[in-house]
């Protein structure tokens, strides 16, 4: 069992920066895949970022590349997302993931989750 908890949410204005963190229970998280996606309101939840076990792989959504940054910090078990230049369609509920497979677009129906941090951007 991972438990997976978010902080670093807020609203910003249009071409603020926030930078997400994901605290992790699991003294083993470096052997899961970390990631984060978010739901705004009204839609599905999307990709956003995933991140390998060691750190030496990263994937981005499209639309957040070259905005986005994902890390981690394996002996603080602890997955980051940076996002800078943010934009009012980012606006959504943040929530990481943890899986022991790569995380994917869709269909990560036995990863972990957390409940989520808010991320508000106005124009």
């Known amino acids: 069992q991972v438990q997976l908890i978010e902080s670093g949410g807020g609203s910003v204005q249009a071409g603020g920066s926030l930078r997400l963190s994901c605290a992790a229970s699991a003294r083993t998280f470096s052997s899961y895949y970390g990631g984060w996606f978010r739901q705004a309101p009204g839609k599905e939840r999307e990709f956003v970022a995933a991140i390998s076990q060691s750190g030496g792989s990263t994937y981005y959504a499209d639309s957040v590349k070259g905005r986005f940054t994902i890390s981690r910090d394996n002996a603080k078990n602890t997955v980051y997302l940076q996002m800078i230049n943010l934009r009012p369609e980012d606006t959504a509920v943040y929530y990481c993931?943890?899986?022991?497979?790569?995380?994917?677009?869709?269909?990560?129906?036995?990863?972990?989750w957390g409940r989520g941090t808010q991320v508000t951007v106005s124009s």
């Open positions: 993931a943890a899986r022991l497979l790569p995380l994917r677009p869709s269909g990560n129906d036995d990863a972990y």
